[in-house]
């Protein structure tokens, strides 16, 4: 059994609250941790506006070693934190987790680059539209999405020239990072939780991602999208806490 603490961190376009729900169902002697995304909420920015300067940024607040559950580009982060900082990360959670958000000539499973370099283009000049375009792929082939829809706009960053300045990080961090090189350093139990229907980041990725890390085991959730822990946070707690149990 794992007695660490639990560090959630929350995806691009959202505080960490995103969590609550999850956390609520989770059994009350468990330590939870919300930990925001560099440069929201208050939070200070990182060193630089690359996936390692993130991951450094997040395992500084850590003062021991947690199961660390990321969202997104919180699985991202989560992923390249135990990488770089070992010691921090006891296991990890994936939630929508993908290795790398574009796709490529040899990744079949992301975004099309196009569409993200049109996000970000489209983020400089109006970044609620495309917070807003955003949250309607995640809500995508989820039987929830008009709660979904709201849930998520209630977890919004909030606008602020601190806030959107790390929202554009953000973006910059998916289009530009590719975690399948290292995935092999990733010792580390992994538990990988998926929407089977996953607008943004296809069950695809993620069996490849499980097939890939050294020890992961995956679950997809049925009629379920990219939010899935809003929309299925019991399943979500149960999952975890069986993973700490195991």
């Given at each position: 059994?794992?007695a660490?603490?639990?560090?959630?961190?929350?995806?691009w376009?959202a505080?960490?609250?995103?969590?609550?729900?999850?956390?609520?169902h989770?059994?009350?002697?468990?330590?939870?941790q919300?930990?925001?995304?560099p440069?929201v909420?208050?939070?200070?920015?990182?060193?630089?506006?690359?996936?390692a300067?993130?991951?450094d940024?997040?395992?500084?607040?850590l003062?021991?070693?947690?199961?660390?559950?990321?969202?997104?580009?919180?699985?991202?982060?989560?992923?390249e934190v135990?990488?770089?900082?070992?010691?921090?990360v006891?296991?990890?959670?994936?939630?929508?987790?993908?290795?790398?958000?574009?796709?490529c000539?040899?990744?079949?499973?992301?975004l099309d680059?196009?569409?993200?370099?049109?996000f970000?283009?489209?983020?400089?000049?109006?970044?609620?539209?495309?917070?807003?375009?955003?949250?309607?792929?995640?809500?995508?082939?989820?039987?929830?999405?008009?709660?979904?829809?709201?849930?998520?706009?209630?977890?919004?960053?909030g606008?602020?020239?601190?806030?959107?300045?790390?929202?554009?990080e953000?973006?910059?961090?998916?289009?530009?990072s590719?975690?399948?090189?290292?995935?092999?350093?990733?010792?580390?139990?992994?538990?990988?939780?998926?929407?089977?229907?996953?607008?943004?980041?296809?069950?695809?990725a993620?069996?490849?991602?499980?097939?890939?890390?050294p020890?992961?085991?995956?679950?997809?959730?049925q009629?379920?999208?990219?939010?899935v822990l809003?929309?299925?946070?019991?399943?979500?707690?149960?999952?975890?806490?069986?993973?700490?149990?195991?």
């Open positions: 059994m794992i660490a603490p639990l560090a959630l961190i929350p995806g376009g505080r960490a609250q995103v969590w609550e729900a999850v956390a609520a989770l059994s009350e002697p468990l330590a939870v919300l930990l925001e995304l440069g909420g208050g939070t200070p920015g990182a060193a630089g506006d690359t996936l300067h993130w991951a940024a997040l395992a500084a607040r003062t021991q070693p947690v199961v660390l559950c990321g969202w997104s580009l919180g699985a991202m982060v989560a992923m135990a990488r770089r900082h070992p010691a921090l006891e296991a990890l959670v994936l939630i929508a987790a993908t290795p790398r958000f574009v796709a000539a040899d990744w079949p499973h992301g680059p196009d569409t993200v370099a049109r970000r283009a489209g983020f400089a000049t109006d970044p609620q539209a495309i917070l807003r375009r955003f949250r309607a792929l995640q809500v995508m082939g989820d039987s929830h999405r008009r709660e979904l829809a709201a849930a998520l706009e209630s977890c919004h960053p606008r602020s020239s601190e806030s959107d300045a790390a929202l554009a953000g973006l910059r961090i998916l289009a530009a590719d975690l399948r090189p290292c995935l092999g350093e990733l010792v580390v139990r992994t538990r990988i939780v998926h929407g089977a229907n996953d607008g943004l980041m296809p069950e695809a993620a069996r490849w991602l499980a097939d890939a890390l020890d992961a085991r995956l679950t997809v959730l009629d379920s999208g990219h939010a809003l929309s299925r946070p019991h399943e979500c707690a149960v999952l975890i806490e069986s993973f700490l149990d195991g």
